[in-house]
Nanobody, 128 residues
């Protein structure tokens, strides 16, 4: 079992940056494959970025590639999403997710159905 809490959201102007954090409590955070998802008002939840449990493999949605960076610090039980060059279209509630099935060290996951645990989300609003 793992509990996830996101932080770092807020209001930012277009072109600005934010760094989201996902703090995990529970056992063996380093065993979990992790990801970031977002849900904009009136839209379905969508994948943003994924990272393997080792941190050695990452994958980004096209909308995030080149602007966002996912990372993790297993010693601190934390995962991060550095978001640069933010756009109004990035406005959404951002949630972190974890999957506990043992995976190879280079495996990331992109489907929300693959994840077992979710945080409550942190709101990001980008003004134009």
């Amino acid at each position: 079992q793992i509990r996830l809490v996101e932080s770092g959201g807020g209001l930012v102007q277009a072109g600005g940056s934010l760094r989201l954090s996902c703090t995990a409590s529970g056992r063996a955070f380093s065993n979990y494959t992790m990801g970031w998802f977002r849900q904009a008002p009136g839209k379905e939840r969508e994948f943003v970025a994924g990272i393997s449990w080792s941190g050695q493999s990452t994958f980004y949605a096209t909308s995030a590639k080149g602007r966002f960076t996912i990372s993790r610090d297993n010693a601190k039980n934390e995962m991060y999403l550095q978001m640069n060059s933010l756009k109004p279209d990035d406005t959404a509630v951002y949630s972190c997710a974890a999957e506990s099935v043992g995976r190879p060290a280079d495996t990331y996951l992109v489907a929300d159905g693959d994840y077992d645990f979710w945080g409550q989300g942190t709101r990001v609003t980008v003004s134009s």
